[in-house]
């Protein structure tokens, strides 16, 4: 029974961990980070396995508890970590993607505050609705939609953003523009 379980948390594991990784990528920053936090939000998920795979949606049981492990991580962090622009070792950029606008995006990103930092990887990253965002961060639907508000507003004012979006920096959004931070593919 024991190797069925382990089989089972293995064929999970290998499915969501490039998914995971890039999640927890663009929550923390930097790659090493980002798989930490996956390591132990696995780590977590192995434990309660049996409630993960019970679960209507195993895979947002598993970012719940990545984003729990994030908030816990930063909670307990007391020297603060300053993103850079250049990190020593970044994924391959996508076909539709450069490298530049990659890193304009993580240091934008960066320079949010956690929890619209979360908001936003969660909501344009993940196609995650704000009801789903809401139950992941345990808030309400209109806590979310602030936080979208006010990270967007200060993504619009990052100046290295202009390449990605290609509109000024003080061009407001219609309500319903569409807003793509990602390539074609949503990477």
Known sequence: MTSTIDDDFQDFM????PALVRTAYLLTGSHH?????AQSALARAFVKWHRVRD???????LRQIMIRCHADQFRRSRVREWLTSHLPDTAAPSRETSRDQREAL????????????????????EDMPHAQVAAALGTRE??????????????????????????????????????????????
Do not use: C, M, N
């Open 14 to 17: 290998a499915a969501r961990w």
């Open 33 to 37: 980070s980002a798989e930490d936090l």
């Open 55 to 61: 679960s209507h949606d195993p895979a947002a049981y």
């Open 106 to 125: 993580v240091q934008a990103l960066g320079q949010l505050p956690a929890r619209q930092r979360t908001a936003v990887v969660l909501h344009f990253f």
């Open 142 to 187: 209109s806590t979310v939609r602030s936080q979208l508000s006010r990270a967007l507003a200060k993504l619009r004012q990052d100046g290295s953003l202009i390449e990605l979006t290609g509109r000024t920096a003080l061009a407001p959004l219609s309500p319903s523009a569409p807003i793509h931070l990602t390539g074609k593919d949503g990477r």
